[in-house]
Structure formats: structure tokens, C-alpha cells
């Protein structure tokens, strides 16, 4: 999705007639279906001036093309400036212009890390080389026009109101400033003459178009690339706050003081990247000799990861790797470097099937390691007995004396890289109010049936592709097939549909069997994971009713752990037990409806449901 596209002739009588900002905002609202703050039409305003005053060489072709706003595929990140044409050579290029109106910047300890002003007050952000060069590589990732070299891309970054302060270009920088220069304001000439290098031609052959239209290349998933990166090889780009989140732990890991104990919180919604943060945690520090393991309650992701490592590995190295969030109860203090907790939000008081083994596990985690790991989203808490909140990891890292680090990832990679996808599905939901009322202008595959069959056949369609689509469910039927193999589970009769849990077969394994297509997940098997396209079916536990969501726990089944105790609790705290069961239930459907990369199908078992998703839509 590109906000604004010309050519540099164009581009120079747009910023010269002094309404270069005008248009900008004018097709971004168009594209975008939004407004946009007075601060970010006064930065465009300033930084094409400049831009133009770099590109004012006749050598700079007057037909080369200017790309303003362009959204890189399935993240939300944006780029600001992109230059197209050919080089003496006649091979299409693009060059990339991270812009900043930053005035002053600080060095940081950290790999890729600068501090500046930015937001109100000074914050570590990624180094603008780092951010230029990793963005350039996202669109290399997901572009086929681009990654099968038909066009070449070249990334810098361009600070227009900084002065040197021999910071930015601190040999400490080198590996990133050598990938991507960064130009300052005294470097208008040197700016030019590197896009001159590049840029001899104008936009003779659409390269933009090319780019814009180029085919997405289908998304790395984190479990098929486990292996790969286990062996060194570099898989995934950490952008923005992924990157600062990374090195924040790469520091508090490799520089702790002897007897230091750190605890660091990392919160982030789906698709934010949490998992592919951890596990390049885990790779990372495994490979500079720390003892190290990635712990989950839900078993799903260790299970999916340990039977594609299989045969790479031994077993006891893979169990080493991976470990459950109850295995700590009598865990010496201090014995790991590092326990990197994904999902933390599903973390419990005790452990063991009958919730009687140890204290509680956020205490257990955080004493058996000398660095704690927590990534968080405490709206996936979808159990009764969850605990996993900031507040209460913060309580008893102050209780072991552990210096505390937080961050926050919102660099949205599923959902097609809509933010605006997530906002809606929480409004939607009532989980929260957001101003995205409808999905109109997000790049999103949404889409509602009036029959589970249609959903299914959808899904079934989708899964051709890569085998990375499936279908899910509330958990709102008995597992009947548990006991007689015969029986099916979810049975909707007035559609004829009627099949089973996944859980008997292939179990935590479902996501990568290829005949679990047949199947239906539940929030068990696919909290934490990805797919391509999900298909949801919403239950009777979720209903509107006049407009208004009316969650109801006594419509899930009675199979479901995730509310056992709730019938107790209502009895004795009905006003408590409603509360906990409501947040229970929308969680549950804003984690299922969050799974897919690229789309989400629904279907609604109540009719009055169905038209409110389609009134919202």
C-alpha cells in the first residue's frame, strides 16, 4: 500500500507550489481512511523541502520515481521515502530514505541502540541505519519483484535537522552505517551523490508498480524456521521495538553484575513478534554458552517445536531447550543464565495436573534464573486459574531483589500487519472502545458465513497452499470422541456439520498434520501460534443481544479446564465470578480470531451474532 506516487518532477512542483503536505495528507486519507496529526504533516512538510533540495541535480532524472508512505507487506511499519530508476548500468534500483527530524542523539551500550528526544522525552530507539537497512530487508523478504533480484534495493538515512555530534557515525555503529549510510544536515551534497550512484535513469519500466503489485511471498513460520536458526542462519528481522526489546535482554543476560538478579517484562498483543523475539533470545544466548531454556505452560508450541527438531538433535538437548512453566518447583535458585517465558500470561499459582506441586510458578521462574524473561499480553489470559500479570511479576521480582526492565512490542506482523485489524476486534468484541468501528481501509481478509460448511470449505481451500490454515472453535461441545472414537464432538445439526477435536490423534501436534485439516482446534492447541488463514466458529458462550456482548460460561463445555471452578466461584462471589468468566470468554474468541497471518473467516451459532459482525464490518 503506497500513500503518495510520482515522479520527481512532479514531487518538485508539489513541494515548490507549497502544498506537498496538502496532497500527502489528501491521498493518505484517501488510501489510509484516516487522518493525521498537525505533527506528522508538519514533519512531511519539512522533510520534502529537503528532499527536494537534495534531489534539485539534472543528473537526478526528472522521470525517477517518488514513493512516499509505502506500507511494507504484512507488517504495519511504513517507509518514508523510496527513489526508483536505473543505474549506468540500466538495472532498476530503489533506494530507500529513512527520514528523522531528530536535532541530537546519544550512544547507547547496546548493539544497534541510540537514544534521542522522541515521544515527549529521551527513549533508546533502534540506530535510523539499523531501522533503514531492516525495513529494506522486510520488503526483500515478502516482495517476489524484489527478491528475485529484478531490482536492487539501497537503504540510508537522512537526519536533516541533526548535526554531526560523531555519534550517529561512532565506530560502535560501523556494521550497521556501513549496510545503511546515515546523512546529516550537513551532508546534503554526499546524500545526493549516493542516490546519483544508484539513480542515473528515471522510472523508465514501473519498478514501484512492480513493487506494489509484486506477489507476496508467503510468510516464514516461526516453527518451520527453528532448525535453521538454531544453526546460525539469520531467519527473521527484529524491526523497531523487537530489536530494542532483544538487546534490552542481550544486556541484562551478558553484563549482569556477580550476584545481580533481572527480571525483564516484555508486553505485546498477537503478532507483535513475541515468540520470534524469544526464540532468537534462545538461539542467541545458547550460542554464546549461556544455559538457557524457553518455558511455556501451554504445551502446544514445545511440542510443535521439539517434533520438528527431532533428527537435528538429541532428545535430552531438545529437553533442555524447551520446558514447561511447571518445572521449577524444586529447581535450585540461580541455576539457570536465562529463562525466556513466552505467553507468561498463562502462567499459574501451582503446578501440576492437580494444581498442588510448588508455590507459584512466577516466584519458582524467576529463583531458579539469574535473568527472567517474561513476554506478556494480558488479554490472552483464557483460564480461570491464570495469573500472569505485570503487577504480580513486578511483586515478586521486588521480592528477590531483581532490578526490573519493561518494554513494549507494537510492530504488528500478523493480521496482515494491520494494527488497525486489532483495534477493531477488541471493539467489536467489547473488550475495549476504539475509534476502528468498522474494517473499512484494513488490509485484512475478514470474512462472515451463515454456514460452519462454508467456513470449513473456505479453510480447506486456503490449506492447499502451505498446509498453515485451520479451523477453531469456542469451546462450547463436549469431547465426546475422547471416549467412542465414532462419536463426533462439534455437531451442528441444521448445517449437517459435525466433526471432532483434534485432541485424540494428533493432539498439540495439530497445527503441522496434514490430515488435523479434518479437525477443530481449540484455544488449547493454538494459543501462541501462527497460521495463515483461521476459521473461527463462535458459540453459544458469546452472543448480542440489543447491541450488547452477553457472555454466558455455562454454554462451554464441561471438558473445558479453563473454567473449572467457575460454578463454585458464582456461589460465592457472583459478582467476581461474572467478571472473570466474561473477560475468560472474550479473550478466548480475541486469541482465536487473532491466529491468522492473512485472514479470518467466521461463523456465528446465533443469528443475532452474525448480523452484528456484519453491521461492524
Same mark, same amino acid.
Given at each position: 500500500?503506497?500513500?503518495?506516487?510520482?515522479?520527481?518532477?512532479?514531487?518538485?512542483?508539489?513541494?515548490?507550489?507549497?502544498?506537498?503536505?496538502?496532497?500527502?495528507?489528501?491521498?493518505?486519507?484517501?488510501?489510509?481512511?484516516?487522518?493525521?496529526?498537525?505533527?506528522?504533516?508538519?514533519?512531511?512538510?519539512?522533510?520534502?523541502?529537503?528532499?527536494?533540495?537534495?534531489?534539485?541535480?539534472?543528473?537526478?532524472?526528472?522521470?525517477?520515481?517518488?514513493?512516499?508512505?509505502?506500507?511494507?507487506?504484512?507488517?504495519?511499519?511504513?517507509?518514508?521515502?523510496?527513489?526508483?530508476?536505473?543505474?549506468?548500468?540500466?538495472?532498476?534500483?530503489?533506494?530507500?530514505?529513512?527520514?528523522?527530524?531528530?536535532?541530537?542523539?546519544?550512544?547507547?551500550?547496546?548493539?544497534?541502540?541510540?537514544?534521542?528526544?522522541?515521544?515527549?522525552?529521551?527513549?533508546?530507539?533502534?540506530?535510523?541505519?539499523?531501522?533503514?537497512?531492516?525495513?529494506?530487508?522486510?520488503?526483500?523478504?515478502?516482495?517476489?519483484?524484489?527478491?528475485?533480484?529484478?531490482?536492487?534495493?539501497?537503504?540510508?538515512?537522512?537526519?536533516?535537522?541533526?548535526?554531526?555530534?560523531?555519534?550517529?557515525?561512532?565506530?560502535?555503529?560501523?556494521?550497521?552505517?556501513?549496510?545503511?549510510?546515515?546523512?546529516?544536515?550537513?551532508?546534503?551534497?554526499?546524500?545526493?551523490?549516493?542516490?546519483k550512484s544508484f539513480i542515473?535513469?528515471?522510472?523508465?519500466?514501473?519498478?514501484?508498480?512492480?513493487?506494489?503489485?509484486?506477489?507476496?511471498?508467503?510468510?516464514?513460520?516461526?516453527?518451520?524456521?527453528?532448525?535453521?536458526?538454531?544453526?546460525?542462519?539469520?531467519?527473521?528481522?527484529?524491526?523497531?521495538?523487537?530489536?530494542?526489546?532483544?538487546?534490552?535482554?542481550?544486556?541484562?543476560?551478558?553484563?549482569?553484575?556477580?550476584?545481580?538478579?533481572?527480571?525483564?517484562?516484555?508486553?505485546?498483543?498477537?503478532?507483535?513478534?513475541?515468540?520470534?523475539?524469544?526464540?532468537?533470545?534462545?538461539?542467541?544466548?545458547?550460542?554464546?554458552?549461556?544455559?538457557?531454556?524457553?518455558?511455556?505452560?501451554?504445551?502446544?508450541?514445545?511440542?510443535?517445536?521439539?517434533? /520438528?527438531?527431532?533428527?537435528?538433535?538429541?532428545?535430552?538437548?531438545?529437553?533442555?531447550?524447551?520446558?514447561?512453566?511447571g518445572s521449577f518447583t524444586?529447581?535450585?535458585?540461580?541455576?539457570?543464565?536465562?529463562?525466556?517465558?513466552?505467553?507468561?500470561?498463562?502462567?499459574?499459582?501451582?503446578?501440576?495436573?492437580?494444581?498442588?506441586?510448588?508455590?507459584?510458578?512466577?516466584?519458582?521462574?524467576?529463583?531458579?534464573?539469574?535473568?527472567?524473561?517474561?513476554?506478556?499480553?494480558?488479554?490472552?489470559?483464557?483460564?480461570?486459574?491464570?495469573?500472569?500479570?505485570?503487577?504480580?511479576?513486578?511483586?515478586?521480582?521486588?521480592?528477590?531483589?531483581?532490578?526490573?526492565?519493561?518494554?513494549?512490542?507494537?510492530?504488528?506482523?500478523?493480521?496482515?500487519?494491520?494494527?488497525?485489524?486489532?483495534?477493531?476486534?477488541?471493539?467489536?468484541?467489547?473488550?475495549?472502545?476504539?475509534?476502528?468501528?468498522?474494517?473499512?481501509?484494513?488490509?485484512?481478509?475478514?470474512?462472515?458465513?451463515s454456514s460452519p460448511n462454508?467456513?470449513?470449505?473456505?479453510?480447506?481451500?486456503?490449506?492447499?497452499?502451505?498446509?498453515?490454515?485451520?479451523?477453531?472453535?469456542?469451546?462450547?461441545?463436549?469431547?465426546?470422541?475422547?471416549?467412542?472414537?465414532?462419536?463426533?464432538?462439534?455437531?451442528?445439526?441444521?448445517?449437517?456439520?459435525?466433526?471432532?477435536?483434534?485432541?485424540?490423534?494428533?493432539?498439540?501436534?495439530? /497445527?503441522?498434520?496434514?490430515?488435523?485439516?479434518?479437525?477443530?482446534?481449540?484455544?488449547?492447541?493454538?494459543?501462541?501460534?501462527?497460521?495463515?488463514?483461521?476459521?473461527?466458529?463462535?458459540?453459544?458462550?458469546?452472543?448480542?443481544?440489543?447491541?450488547?456482548?452477553?457472555?454466558?460460561?455455562?454454554?462451554?463445555?464441561?471438558?473445558?479446564?479453563?473454567?473449572?471452578?467457575?460454578?463454585?466461584?458464582?456461589?460465592?462471589?457472583?459478582?467476581?465470578?461474572?467478571?472473570?468468566?466474561?473477560?475468560?470468554?472474550?479473550?478466548?474468541?480475541?486469541?482465536?480470531?487473532?491466529?491468522?497471518?492473512?485472514?479470518?473467516?467466521?461463523?456465528?451459532?446465533?443469528?443475532?451474532?452474525?448480523?452484528?459482525?456484519?453491521?461492524?464490518?
Amino acid at each position: 500500500m503506497i500513500v503518495y506516487k510520482s515522479t520527481k518532477e512532479s514531487f518538485t512542483a508539489d513541494v515548490e507550489t507549497g502544498m506537498v503536505e496538502e496532497v500527502i495528507e489528501a491521498k493518505y486519507n484517501a488510501t489510509l481512511n484516516r487522518g493525521v496529526s498537525k505533527n506528522e504533516k508538519r514533519s512531511w512538510q519539512n522533510s520534502m523541502m529537503y528532499m527536494n533540495t537534495v534531489l534539485t541535480d539534472y543528473e537526478i532524472p526528472l522521470d525517477a520515481g517518488i514513493t512516499i508512505e509505502m506500507q511494507i507487506p504484512q507488517t504495519s511499519k511504513r517507509i518514508d521515502f523510496i527513489i526508483t530508476g536505473k543505474n549506468k548500468s540500466k538495472q532498476d534500483h530503489a533506494v530507500i530514505v529513512e527520514l528523522k527530524q531528530w536535532e541530537t542523539a546519544e550512544k547507547t551500550g547496546l548493539d544497534g541502540i541510540v537514544k534521542t528526544f522522541i515521544g515527549g522525552g529521551k527513549r533508546e530507539v533502534s540506530h535510523p541505519s539499523y531501522q533503514a537497512w531492516s525495513y529494506a530487508a522486510l520488503l526483500n523478504d515478502f516482495n517476489e519483484a524484489v527478491y528475485d533480484g529484478d531490482i536492487n534495493l539501497k537503504a540510508c538515512a537522512f537526519l536533516h535537522n541533526y548535526h554531526s555530534n560523531e555519534v550517529l557515525d561512532d565506530p560502535f555503529y560501523q556494521d550497521h552505517t556501513e549496510k545503511a549510510p546515515v546523512f546529516m544536515k550537513k551532508d546534503i551534497t554526499k546524500l545526493r551523490e549516493y542516490i546519483k550512484s544508484f539513480i542515473k535513469y528515471g522510472d523508465s519500466d514501473n519498478i514501484i508498480y512492480r513493487i506494489e503489485n509484486g506477489r507476496i511471498r508467503p510468510s516464514k513460520m516461526l516453527a518451520d524456521s527453528l532448525s535453521s536458526m538454531l544453526k546460525g542462519n539469520e531467519e527473521f528481522i527484529m524491526i523497531d521495538e523487537q530489536k530494542l526489546a532483544f538487546e534490552y535482554v542481550m544486556d541484562a543476560v551478558l553484563n549482569r553484575k556477580k550476584g545481580q538478579k533481572r527480571v525483564v517484562i516484555i508486553e505485546g498483543g498477537p503478532g507483535t513478534g513475541k515468540s520470534v523475539v524469544a526464540i532468537n533470545l534462545l538461539v542467541k544466548l545458547t550460542a554464546k554458552n549461556r544455559f538457557v531454556s524457553y518455558i511455556t505452560k501451554n504445551s502446544a508450541p514445545r511440542t510443535i517445536y521439539s517434533s /520438528l527438531l527431532t533428527g537435528d538433535m538429541k532428545k535430552s538437548h531438545i529437553n533442555n531447550l524447551f520446558k514447561s512453566s511447571g518445572s521449577f518447583t524444586d529447581t535450585e535458585p540461580n541455576l539457570f543464565d536465562a529463562l525466556i517465558v513466552d505467553e507468561a500470561h498463562r502462567l499459574n499459582e501451582k503446578s501440576g495436573m492437580f494444581r498442588n506441586k510448588g508455590e507459584n510458578q512466577i516466584k519458582e521462574l524467576i529463583s531458579a534464573s539469574k535473568t527472567s524473561v517474561f513476554f506478556i499480553d494480558e488479554d490472552q489470559r483464557v483460564h480461570i486459574h491464570d495469573i500472569g500479570e505485570k503487577q504480580e511479576i513486578r511483586k515478586w521480582a521486588a521480592e528477590a531483589g531483581a532490578e526490573i526492565i519493561e518494554t513494549e512490542l507494537s510492530s504488528q506482523f500478523r493480521c496482515n500487519g494491520s494494527d488497525g485489524y486489532m483495534a477493531w476486534l477488541d471493539h467489536a468484541l467489547q473488550i475495549r472502545e476504539t475509534a476502528n468501528t468498522d474494517l473499512k481501509g484494513i488490509d485484512f481478509d475478514f470474512q462472515i458465513f451463515s454456514s460452519p460448511n462454508e467456513v470449513f470449505d473456505k479453510i480447506k481451500e486456503k490449506n492447499k497452499e502451505n498446509n498453515k490454515s485451520r479451523m477453531v472453535a469456542g469451546y462450547c461441545w463436549d469431547w465426546n470422541s475422547k471416549k467412542n472414537p465414532d462419536e463426533m464432538d462439534i455437531v451442528i445439526p441444521e448445517h449437517d456439520f459435525a466433526k471432532k477435536w483434534n485432541l485424540a490423534d494428533d493432539g498439540m501436534l495439530w /497445527l503441522i498434520k496434514e490430515e488435523s485439516i479434518n479437525e477443530i482446534g481449540c484455544i488449547h492447541t493454538c494459543q501462541g501460534l501462527e497460521l495463515d488463514y483461521v476459521g473461527v466458529i463462535i458459540g453459544p458462550d458469546f452472543k448480542i443481544r440489543n447491541g450488547e456482548a452477553v457472555t454466558d460460561a455455562y454454554e462451554r463445555s464441561s471438558n473445558d479446564r479453563s473454567i473449572f471452578g467457575i460454578k463454585k466461584m458464582m456461589k460465592e462471589e457472583p459478582a467476581k465470578a461474572n467478571e472473570l468468566a466474561e473477560t475468560i470468554i472474550k479473550n478466548t474468541y480475541r486469541t482465536l480470531m487473532s491466529r491468522g497471518m492473512k485472514g479470518c473467516y467466521i461463523y456465528c451459532t446465533d443469528k443475532e451474532t452474525e448480523e452484528y459482525f456484519k453491521a461492524m464490518t
